[in-house]
């Protein structure tokens, strides 16, 4: 089993930045990979972006190329999204999740029901 726990939201102004964390327990030498998942109000969840632990290999969804980054510290597993250039269409829940098994990585990266293990959100507000 494994644990994880977001943190690091807020309220920031259109344009500004904010960094997430999300800190990971319990069985963490099985994770294959963590990602960033984000529902706003009255929307499906989607994909954010992820890595792959073992070579940090990353994915972006398209709206977060460019602004977006995804890392994670190897010393204690926690992993980060940096957010810069945030717009309002940013506002929302956002999870981090662990996969220990996704299959094809490349191909099922950014699918929710691959990923075991789900935190809390931590809320990110964009104002205008």
């Known amino acids: 089993q494994v644990q994880v726990a977001e943190s690091g939201g807020g309220l920031v102004q259109a344009g500004g930045s904010l960094t997430l964390s999300c800190a990971a327990s319990g069985r963490t030498a099985y994770i294959y990979a963590t990602g960033w998942f984000r529902q706003a109000a009255g929307k499906d969840r989607e994909f954010v972006a992820t890595i792959r632990w073992s070579d940090g290999i990353t994915h972006y969804a398209d709206s977060a190329k460019g602004r977006f980054t995804i890392f994670r510290n190897h010393a204690d597993g926690t992993m980060y999204l940096r957010m810069n250039s945030l717009k309002p269409e940013d506002t929302a829940l956002y999870y981090c999740?662990?996969?220990?098994?996704?299959?094809?990585?490349?191909?099922?990266?950014?699918?929710?029901?691959?990923?075991?293990?789900w935190g809390q959100g931590t809320q990110v507000t964009v104002s205008s």
């Open positions: 999740a662990a996969a220990q098994f996704v299959g094809d990585y490349s191909v099922n990266y950014y699918k929710s029901d691959r990923y075991n293990d």
